[in-house]
């Protein structure tokens, strides 16, 4: 026997109203309106960052020199990411421009790869890093510290965290570039369990990202000795919430 599926959206329906549409919508928690309105299937819970992608990706471009830079980083024996940000302070937009998603390498080879991008840059790291690593017992901060990295430990609150990047995803102060494929996947798949609570999967790149909203972008910095003549440094001005 064939078997097919149909999916019907609130568009297919006649007997639903702009109007009703609008109000079913704004009726739905966040993370059942896919579901809800267009039957998209999701997983526990639902989406953390019910976001559509054409809200927050971007091409990518080359970053002004005198934009403040940094990056979160998420450490892992079988996983480390670092995620960059850079300041439009401006139009107060972070826009994150690359990433580094490996897994079981040494701490040479991630410091490596994370100071190609630039080794002045300031970086939030997981602050687990401050205890015993996952391999040798020693202190990944300190030995990522004696390896080049200009790091603090990052603000681990998880819900404040996940709040900071949705609110920046829906009103597109986030931008990503389409060329970060490991934050663009985690980003489809990040869910809660039946209970409620953030799955602890696939999320490396988005603990990073957590780490360089909340603590990162406090401490970026302009790339050393960059200027512009049509800089309007008057628009330094840092916020009181976020401190950037």
């Known amino acids: 026997m064939s ?7 609130w568009d297919d329906v006649p007997h639903l109203t702009e109007l009703q549409k609008k109000e079913l919508w704004e009726s739905v ?7 809800r309105a267009k039957g998209i299937p999701t997983m526990g819970s639902g989406a953390i960052y019910p976001v559509e992608e054409e809200r927050y990706l971007c091409d990518p471009f080359e970053i002004p020199h005198y934009w403040p830079k940094a990056y979160g980083m998420d450490v892992g024996w079988n996983r480390t990411a670092a995620i960059w940000g850079a300041w439009d302070r401006q139009s107060d937009t972070v826009y994150i421009f690359s990433e580094h998603y490996m897994g079981q390498a040494e701490p040479s080879i991630h410091a490596d790869s994370i100071k190609a991008r630039g080794d ?10 401050q205890g015993a690593g996952q391999r040798d017992g020693k202190v990944l901060m300190d030995e990522y510290r004696k390896l080049g990295l200009q790091l603090v430990a990052a603000d681990n609150a998880v819900e404040a965290g996940i709040h900071a990047v949705y609110q920046r995803l829906s009103a597109g102060r986030i931008k990503i570039f389409k060329t970060l494929g490991s934050l663009r996947a985690e980003l489809r798949l990040y869910r809660r369990d039946k209970h409620g609570k953030p799955v602890k999967e696939n999320d490396h790149a988005l603990d990073a ?34 401190g950037y």
């Open 3 to 9: 078997r097919f599926c149909v999916v019907a959206t």
């Open 209 to 242: 990202l957590r780490y360089l909203l909340m603590t990162g972008m406090i401490h970026a910095m302009v790339e050393p000795n960059a200027w512009d003549d049509e800089v309007d440094f008057a628009s330094d001005a840092r916020s009181g919430t976020t």
């Open 29 to 35: 928690p966040l993370h059942e309106r896919e579901a």
């Open 120 to 129: 002045w840059i300031p970086g939030a790291i997981d602050p687990a890093s």
